[in-house]
């Protein structure tokens, strides 16, 4: 806008107004008519057009010389693109001059290469249909040879020839020929032939174990493609008639077919004959076995040249995806182990004669499927497995050659390995090579047809047999424990016969499933703790075990406890070390479930006894109180027996003759026995103690009276020979040096006994009754008698003695001496000879309180 200097304000906003691109012509001069300044606007306009063309006549002034060469160079560039045009025609023409003259040649060419195609096509088809027919010719002439030998060989050659017929088929298109057309059926017809014939021989080898027919009998199926259906179909047949033995062995008709033997039952009969069969079935299933493990080292062995994939990875490839990943011998191990539960089953439910049979007897079928497994396992080892891949015949007859075969499988390793040179060519020959692959080579190692948790798979297979054999078994162990603690609630104590009896039922049930599984030993095992349970159970409730027993009560104790020693008699002889004929091959779970039924009934006979020596105890407690009773002034001509130890002498006889024998058996163990005879040594203890007791607690004996207490202790000794003979001992028991020294004390006054020594023989509590009682007399007018300077009775006392420690009893003596000897300066004056002899013998009894409650504190600590 600034070169329009000439233009007013007003003009220069009009021209702005013009140069605006939404310039509306029509409303601008609307606008100018309405504001009445058309005149005005109209000079505006024309000063702005006027100044405008003098701008554009000033410009083409100052750039005329430049236009015109403008002009001339746009007239030579015209010249030059006619020119151009000229040459690019003549281009144009010389192109369609040389395209006619290449495009013609090209196209004849084309039609002469199209002919040569439909020739060259004609004759491959003529090639391949003469190929045909003479392949068809050829398989014709073979299936002859091969029906007339009926060899796997054979049937190999005519699958190739059938492969190389279908090849042809698949590489070329040969429909509508008329001579292809007349050999198609007859090739679909000899392929069934040919598939036959392989089947026959591949049949054939499994039965007889033989490797190259096998081996070439798969080969055809895999030319022929049927390799996946016909293992699977051999594999489940094979199975089937496994099946189908035990099938056979159960059925209660064939049973019934048997000859009956002269002076058997018909139950007895057929009771034979069940197992006869069942036997001969699983022998059936082990050969079936062998038969597929075998199928399955050729599988693993054989494979396909061309892709080096083996036999068994294209039968699994043939599987669906949940059964690819078992092995052959899995696979048949399935179905086998199914089929033959599914059998078991519907016999247990259906047929009562077979449910019985094999419930009772159900360890000897455990036992039969056990020693099956076994077999395979041993025929189907790693060594074993080595030899039967590198040798051609290795023959495995049905019924005959089983143990020989077993021979050599077991044979030396030396043996083993000693293989002829042309075996092993005639190996080669068979196209059966090594697997190289690791896992392949791992299934043929290690694959063995038996698992090594075998009693699973029994357990899986017999579980509804041995169910209900385990229930018949707490059964017969828990009825004779039932019966006889009933009849025990009527008053009838059980015999050593009814406790025979059952033993010897627990020892049967253990003795057997002794060749049975560790899960079904186990299983009784714990049906055997079940019953022991039961039976101490109830001989609990039944057994009196308290101190005062009755004489009914001491009888039935002494039944339950023989009841219970003869059980620790059954059941030690399966608890012994492992070396122990019968526990073998027992588990340690079940020999610790048979030792915890016999340390239970280990605890319940120590109560028994415990029991026993309690009342036993309180009687001769009672009897040896009645010394203080008596008087023991008697002529000095007579030898009668004081009527305490009469009543000491009858209550040993009886415990020795009557008691004592009532709790041991005919044929006790070892450790009931010492059970027993323990009662007997601890009773005679508890006799010569309770003597020393309460001959020490007289006062005041005169020479007569310790003369009848000197003969009492040589008749007691007598007695307490009934209860614990000496020579039961290798030293002498301490209460009868006790006894001995008490019968020399006697007669010693107190410096002798300091002299000699003797009195520490004794026990300290003995030996300060002993001096404090026989301070009591005329010349010490003090009571000095234990219980009676304590202010209690005898029977309290002896219990305080017997109940606390002998440390406390020496405490409690120590005080007693401090007593006596602050008594003696009071009451009566004593003289200086009784008092000096008086002190004398506190302190001699003071010494013994302090060197008996040393020992009793360094023999706790």
Not at 242 to 250: N, S, V
Not at 454 to 478: A, C, N
Not at 508 to 517: A, D, K, P, Q
């Amino acid at each position: 806008m600034s070169d329009y200097g000439a233009l007013s304000s007003e003009q220069k906003g009009i021209l702005a107004d013009f140069s605006k691109k939404g310039f509306d012509d029509r409303k601008y001069l609307e606008t100018a008519m309405s504001t009445g300044k058309a005149p005005e606007m109209i000079e505006n306009i024309t000063a702005i057009i006027q100044s405008i063309s003098r701008r554009v006549h000033q410009h083409v002034g100052s750039h005329h010389q430049h236009l015109l060469k403008q002009a001339d160079y746009i007239k030579n560039v015209s010249k030059k693109l006619k020119s151009t045009n000229t040459r690019v025609k003549g281009i144009v023409e010389s192109f369609e001059k040389a395209r006619e003259s290449v495009i013609a040649p090209k196209n004849k060419l084309a039609t002469k290469v199209k002919q040569l195609e439909f020739v060259q096509k004609a004759s491959h088809l003529a090639v391949q249909a003469l190929r045909v027919v003479h392949k068809a010719s050829q398989l014709q002439k073979q299936i002859k040879i091969a029906e007339s030998k009926r060899t796997a060989r054979e049937s190999v050659k005519c699958a190739r020839l059938i492969r190389d017929i279908k090849q042809v088929f698949d590489e070329t298109d040969l429909r509508g020929i008329d001579i292809v057309d007349n050999h198609i059926n007859f090739i679909e017809e000899k392929s069934e032939v040919v598939l036959a014939l392989s089947t026959e021989r591949f049949q054939s080898g499994i039965t007889n174990l033989n490797q190259p027919e096998i081996a070439s009998s798969l080969q055809a199926f895999f030319l022929l493609n049927k390799l996946g259906e016909k293992v699977g179909e051999a594999l489940t047949s094979i199975a089937a008639k496994g099946i189908k033995y035990i099938k056979d062995g159960l059925d209660v008709s064939k049973l019934a077919e048997q000859k009956r033997a002269k002076g058997s039952s018909a139950a007895g009969m057929w009771r034979s004959a069940l197992w006869k069969h069942l036997d001969v079935a699983l022998h059936h299933i082990f050969e079936s076995g062998i038969q597929v493990w075998n199928l399955q080292q050729v599988l693993v062995k054989k494979r396909d040249p061309a892709t080096s994939k083996s036999y068994l990875a294209v039968y699994l490839n043939h599987l669906a995806k949940e059964e690819k990943e078992s092995t052959l011998a899995q696979r048949f191990w399935t179905l086998l182990l199914e089929g033959v539960r599914d059998q078991l089953t519907k016999a247990f439910k259906s047929q009562s004669f077979i449910k019985t049979v094999l419930v009772s007897d159900y360890p000897q079928l455990y036992h039969l499927f056990k020693t099956l497994f076994k077999r395979l396992s041993q025929a189907t080892n790693t060594s074993f497995s080595t030899q039967l891949g590198r040798r051609k015949k290795i023959e495995f007859p049905s019924d005959v050659n089983i143990k020989e075969l077993m021979k050599r499988a077991s044979g030396t390793e030396e043996k083993k390995k000693a293989i002829d040179e042309k075996e092993e060519e005639k190996i080669a020959e068979t196209n059966i090579i090594r697997e190289t692959s690791e896992d392949l080579l791992q299934i043929w190692e290690s694959d063995t047809l038996a698992r090594t948790q075998p009693e699973k798979d029994i357990q899986m297979v017999l579980g509804i047999y041995e169910l209900s054999f385990l229930k018949v078994t707490i059964s017969k162990l828990t009825d004779p424990i039932k019966s006889i603690f009933s009849a025990m609630g009527k008053g009838i104590n059980p015999s050593e016969a009814d406790g025979n009896a059952l033993m010897t039922n627990i020892d049967n049930t253990l003795r057997s499933v002794r060749l049975s599984g560790s899960e079904l030993q186990i299983q009784i095992a714990n049906r055997v703790l079940q019953a022991m349970h039961l039976l101490i159970s109830q001989a609990e409730q039944q057994a009196d075990l308290s101190s005062n027993l009755p004489k009914s009560s001491s009888i039935k104790n002494a039944s339950i406890f023989k009841l219970l020693s003869t059980a620790d008699k059954c059941l030690s002889q399966w608890t012994k070390s492992p070396e122990n004929s019968l526990t073998q091959s027992w588990p340690p779970k079940a020999i610790k479930l048979l030792k915890k039924a016999q340390a239970q009934a280990s605890n319940l006979r120590g109560d028994l006894l415990e029991a026993l020596t309690s009342h036993l105890k309180s009687t001769a407690s009672k009897l040896m109180q009645e010394i203080h009773q008596e008087s023991f002034q008697r002529p000095h001509q007579t030898k009668t027996t004081s009527k305490y130890m009469r009543q000491v002498q009858r209550f040993c006889e009886s415990v020795a003759r009557e008691t004592v024998p009532s709790y041991r058996i005919s044929r006790p163990s070892t450790v009931v026995d010492l059970e027993v005879q323990g009662v007997s040594w601890r009773i005679a203890q508890i006799v010569a103690e309770h003597f020393l007791l309460n001959s020490t607690l007289i006062s005041g004996l005169r020479e007569d009276a310790k003369l009848a207490i000197a003969s009492d202790v040589a008749q007691l000794e007598a007695s307490l020979h009934l209860l614990a003979p000496k020579h039961h001992f290798a030293q002498p028991p301490r209460w009868y040096k006790d006894l001995r020294t008490f019968r020399q004390m006697l007669f010693l006054d107190d410096n002798s006994l300091s002299s000699k020594g003797i009195i520490h023989i004794l026990p300290p509590v003995i030996a300060v009754q002993f001096l404090l009682s026989r301070m009591s007399n005329r010349t010490v007018p003090i009571t000095c008698v234990p219980f009676k300077a304590l202010g209690t009775n005898l029977s309290k006392y002896i219990r305080y003695v017997d109940h606390h420690t002998e440390a406390k009893v020496l405490s409690k003596f120590a005080n007693l001496i401090k007593d006596i000897r602050g008594k003696l300066g009071k009451g009566r004056k004593l003289s200086q000879q009784s008092l000096k002899q008086a002190n004398a013998a506190l302190d001699f009894a003071s010494s013994i309180v302090k060197v008996g409650s040393s020992n009793a504190a360094q023999s706790v600590s």
